[in-house]
């Protein structure tokens, strides 16, 4: 439900109406509280009307804001809207590539739309990162873009120096320019630099800049501007980076309790998603969080080995079963320990288990 006190306006930024109706939805926003801007040229104008509904009319730039103001692209640049109270959201959602914006180019324009308003020099991006593979850098594709693209110079300079009957008879049999970039035009081969331009450019936008939180806070700074505050997760982006991420597992555990007991002001990322990343490649995290809770883990200072023991302590099965458990996540397989060592380690376990007995290194042999 939208907060009758907010002190602002909203205006935001996405090009998605699927989006957008999918906000109203949720919040439960009624029409007197939205205004939405969204193509209305050629089928556009029925195709998005039935995305909203019938009960939220498609408006034009000018007309009077309000609670909460959406604009698709339409509105992306040379649209001046004015509000003093108007702040800017820019919405990119890592799995609609549509919504996702150059921060040199319609980023920075975005930026300029809200002409008066006292909070202009302030802009929340909301935004998600991609799913692509992360195995191509952005300079091994812009090499390999480069060079397929002085591939397709050469073959089509070869070409265009044969004469114009042998040419024109050359061409005729090819059925298909099997050559990225290159186009057919008044019987001569013409690469189009523009399109491997745009590929680099898609490829930077999709795959390099909003592929991680660094990336993209990295190219924002980049580009002039300030980040002020920002909501998203270290610890999920260096485990998701990275299969063998070396992560703590106090810094696993204090996120996954923050994500449990918080929520997103304002996020394309799910809090229960995250934690069930979390889960899947630490289970022990989700464990301790459920079975032992924060103030337990904590008092056991976050010790693996202390924690998987309490763990085994409430474990309802006999105290044999326990001890070979305990004794097993303990001591390393197929390796030699010394006797002292053994001793210690047993007594410990006996100690934690409540078992009035002293450890000797034969218990192992039972």
């Not at 602002?8 to 989006?19: A, G, K, R």
């Not at 919504?99 to 809200?114: A, K, N, V, W």
């Not at 992560?247 to 069930?276: G, M, N, Q």
């Amino acid at each position: 439900m939208l907060d009758s006190d907010l002190p602002y306006n909203l205006h935001i930024f996405v090009n998605s109406v699927e989006f957008i109706a999918k906000v109203i939805d949720i919040a439960k926003l009624t029409p007197e509280q939205v205004k939405v801007v969204c193509s209305v040229s050629g089928d556009n104008s029925e195709s998005n009307q039935r995305k909203l509904g019938k009960d939220y009319p498609i408006d034009q730039p000018s007309d009077p804001v309000k609670k909460i103001n959406f604009y698709t692209s339409t509105c992306f640049e040379g649209c001046d809207i004015y509000d003093e109270n108007g702040v800017t959201f820019i919405v990119s959602d890592g799995n609609k590539s549509h919504t996702l914006l150059d921060i040199s180019t319609l980023f920075t324009q975005i930026c300029g739309r809200l002409r008066d308003s006292k909070y202009k020099g302030e802009i929340i991006h909301v935004y998600s990162t991609t799913k692509y593979s992360r195995e191509v850098t952005l300079d091994e594709y812009v090499a390999s873009t480069k060079k397929v693209l002085a591939e397709a110079v050469s073959y089509a300079d070869e070409i265009n120096k044969l004469s114009d009957t042998v040419r024109e008879k050359t061409l005729s049999k090819i059925k298909y320019i099997n050559e990225q970039y290159v186009r057919i035009e008044d019987n001569k081969l013409v690469v189009d630099k523009n399109l491997a331009n745009m590929d680099i450019v898609n490829f930077k936008i999709c795959r390099h800049i909003y592929r991680t939180y660094i990336n993209l806070t990295d190219e924002l700074k980049r580009n002039g501007y300030t980040i002020t505050r920002h909501t998203f997760s270290k610890i999920m982006e260096k485990i998701e980076g990275k299969a063998n991420a070396r992560v703590t597992f106090k810094d696993l555990f204090d996120e996954y309790h923050r994500l449990k007991t918080t929520k997103p002001f304002f996020s394309l990322d799910s809090h229960e998603d995250l934690c069930a990343q979390i889960a899947v490649k630490y289970p022990l995290v989700k464990q301790a969080y459920e079975e032992l809770g924060t103030d337990k883990v904590q008092a056991l200072k976050y010790h693996v080995g202390n924690i998987r023991r309490e763990l085994t302590k409430r474990w309802s099965v006999p105290v044999e079963r326990k001890i070979v458990k305990m004794i097993n996540e303990t001591f390393a397989k197929q390796a030699s320990i010394a006797k002292s060592k053994v001793k210690t380690e047993l007594q410990k376990i006996y100690d934690s288990l409540g078992i009035q007995q002293t450890a000797k290194a034969t218990d192992l042999a039972k």
